[in-house]
């Protein structure tokens, strides 16, 4: 018996109830008016019975959902997404971002209730000065080694063309947009990068270069006057502190948005740590990297059983 | 019967005045034969270092100030005979002045503030240089501070400072906040505007005024003031471009190192940046800035020092803030409409909706 027919059997049962009951009650009224409150009953019955299925599908289908997500990590083929070297540099880069917004933000909003406390942490601002220039070393470190990273490496290499911005990107915005509102059924099918991944990824950029520019113009104050006039350095001071801002920001809500509170990943998922996505990751997320993924592969065997 | 009480009650009355009577005429008695020696203009004393002590008295002395019913023996009570065979000792103005005192002296706890500050610690370490009230307030012509005649007011606290403190003195005489307390402007800090009064400490004490982390507070007492500075047309905005710099920032969270107003533009000596004294005229400032930035050369005077993004006349700073500004709110309206897009679709899916 199939899903519809077993709703169908239902409601032909509670149909004949209802009749029933109906039938009783109004044995005694006279015939029209009988038959006015009949059509009332009816027609009330009918729309409580069809809200009733519509909430009754809507939970059967978060169900389905539920259990879909909770097979997958076991289940099925998992992708390596990231190498061993990415994730480094992520973990690099995110624990250096931590220190200076945490030793950087105390300067932006000195009479903040926290700002105290966050500098005392540290043994006062001597020292939260020192820490800031150890999370910059390593956000400079990871700089270097990310330029080195996509020069050296094959993987480098070709996720820098991919991630360069590109037509399909903004008919992805418009076609998601559209799938949010719920004008297209089905969400865009996207490639190895996202166009949110792949404005994350040049917000990264454009953020370390502006920070780590006027950073460098802060830490060597004198050397960089010996060239430049004081009001350069205070252009500097009003870059590193607004895109700081906007850094922040960023991460806090977009970011952390997109890989903590999502409804798909909350509270987290340890793709920065191990790297690989499950097939039905893949399959949700990136589904044209894997059927390229899956193509390569068939004509690999071909070739493989052709030699 | 009532006639009887009221005279006992006048003959009680009679007794617990009396002595006070005859004390008064006692005292007058005691001034008199004070001036006997002490009223004779020569009457004075040739020192071991060849200096004069005047001790030249009269009756007069004392009248006009605020010690003008006290004689002699009030506050010289040692000397019991005379003529005295030993110089009296010094005046202690505690045996009066202190809060709780019964003979009428102003209540209040300044000779604890005193024995607390830099001065009187010292005289309590032993220095015999270092000054006792009479020194600042002045021994027999004492008047309130509130009278511009006073050595403690506000227009000649400086001189009195001055006896001791005297290259300090004169680099304040030339200072801008100097130079306007001789034209005789009343708003104008002179030592105890900053300094404090009676509580006074060394520099390097953290309950001092002019510790470094309390500078900035001490000059923005006045320097922030529009209604003050609005008087003599000079900005206020230096304390609060001041407080959002890093300088400022540091110095809030308890920097001691960190530049304060005074680092840049001097402690006694302050002078307008005009000036080519001041520290801070652009000639000087290489200098200026060079005691903590070594190297320091022309450029750090090319731009303005208190700068205020907020500001037009900033140029490009401005603009920088300006686009900085509008990139944030235009990037994070975008991201937040996604955000709050995406979850729109979940929950129009989760209803069971397309």
């Not at chain 2, 004169?170 to 800090?189: N, R």
Request: aromatic letters at 10%; hydrophobic letters at 40%; glycine letters at 8%.
């Amino acid at each position: 018996m199939t899903e519809n027919d077993r709703k169908d059997a239902t409601r032909d049962a509670v149909g004949r109830e209802v009749e029933a009951v109906v039938n009783e009650q109004l044995a005694g009224l006279p015939p029209e008016q009988a038959e006015a409150m009949r059509e009332k009953i009816h027609r009330r019955v009918r729309e409580e019975i069809e809200r009733d299925l519509r909430a009754r599908s809507a939970a059967d289908r978060r169900e389905a959902a539920r259990h879909a997500k909770e097979k997958h990590p076991e289940e099925g083929e998992t992708y390596l997404r990231f190498n061993r070297n990415f994730r480094f540099q992520h973990m690099v880069m995110f624990s250096s971002v931590i220190l200076l917004i945490i030793t950087g933000m105390p300067l932006k909003f000195p009479n903040f209730l926290l700002s105290r406390f966050v500098i005392n942490f540290w043994g006062g601002i001597q020292n939260s000065t020192i820490v800031h220039r150890i999370g910059a070393g390593m956000l400079i470190y990871f700089m270097v080694h990310h330029f080195i990273y996509t020069i050296v490496t094959r993987d480098g290499r070709r996720d820098f063309w991919l991630l360069l911005p590109n037509l399909g990107d903004a008919k992805d915005i418009a076609h998601n947009i559209k799938h949010f509102l719920g004008k297209v059924p089905d969400k865009p099918r996207f490639g190895r990068f996202s166009y949110i991944e792949k404005f994350d990824y040049w917000a990264v950029y454009w953020g370390c270069i502006i920070m780590i520019g006027s950073g460098l113009f802060l830490w060597f104050e004198t050397d960089v006057l010996r060239f430049l006039p004081k009001y350069a350095l205070d252009v500097a001071h009003e870059m590193h502190s607004d895109e700081a801002i906007l850094a922040t920001l960023a991460i806090v809500i977009w970011h952390f948005y997109n890989v903590h509170f999502n409804p798909d990943r909350f509270p987290g998922t340890l793709l920065w740590w191990h790297g690989r996505l499950s097939e039905h990751e893949m399959k949700e997320e990136h589904p044209l990297e894997l059927e390229e993924i899956l193509a390569r592969r068939a004509k690999e065997s071909v070739e493989v059983t052709h030699r | 019967m009532r006639k009887f009480a009221l005279a006992a009650v006048l003959f009680f009355l009679g007794g617990a005045f009396l002595p006070g009577l005859a004390g008064d005429a006692s005292a007058s008695i005691s001034l008199e034969k004070c001036t006997l020696c002490h009223g004779k203009a020569e009457f004075r004393k040739l020192l071991v270092g060849g200096s004069i002590r005047d001790l030249f008295v009269t009756g007069d002395t004392l009248k006009g100030s605020v010690h003008g019913k006290k004689v002699c023996t009030d506050c010289h009570f040692d000397v019991s005979e005379i003529p005295h065979r030993e110089r009296p000792r010094r005046v202690t103005c505690t045996h009066c002045h202190f809060k709780g005192n019964q003979e009428g002296a102003p209540q209040s706890d300044n000779v604890l503030a005193y024995f607390d500050s830099a001065h009187g610690t010292a005289i309590a370490r032993g220095n015999a240089k270092a000054p006792l009230c009479q020194d600042c307030h002045g021994s027999h012509a004492i008047i309130k501070a509130k009278d511009p005649g006073s050595k403690v007011a506000r227009a000649h606290v400086a001189e009195t400072c001055g006896k001791c403190h005297m290259e300090i003195y004169a680099q304040f005489k030339g200072s801008i906040h100097g130079a306007a307390l001789g034209k005789g402007i009343t708003e104008v800090p002179s030592c105890t505007g900053c300094h404090g009064e009676h509580k006074i400490y060394a520099h390097n004490d953290p309950k001092s005024t002019i510790y470094p982390t309390h500078v900035s507070e001490q000059c923005s007492k006045c320097h922030a003031s529009i209604s003050i500075m609005g008087k003599f047309g000079i900005e206020t905005e230096q304390v609060a471009t001041y407080k959002m710099s890093f300088h400022g920032v540091a110095g809030q969270f308890g920097s001691r190192t960190v530049a304060n107003c005074s680092s840049c533009h001097g402690v006694h000596d302050i002078r307008p940046s005009d000036d080519p004294l001041s520290m801070v005229n652009p000639k000087n400032v290489p200098k200026t800035c060079g005691k903590c930035h070594p190297g320091a050369n022309p450029n750090f005077a090319v731009g303005k020092i208190h700068v205020d993004a907020k500001k037009k006349e900033s140029g490009i700073i401005y603009w920088t803030a300006f686009f900085f500004k509008w990139l944030t709110i235009c990037t994070m309206l975008a991201l937040i409409a996604h955000i709050f897009l995406d979850m729109y679709g979940r929950t129009r899916r989760l209803r069971g909706e397309r």
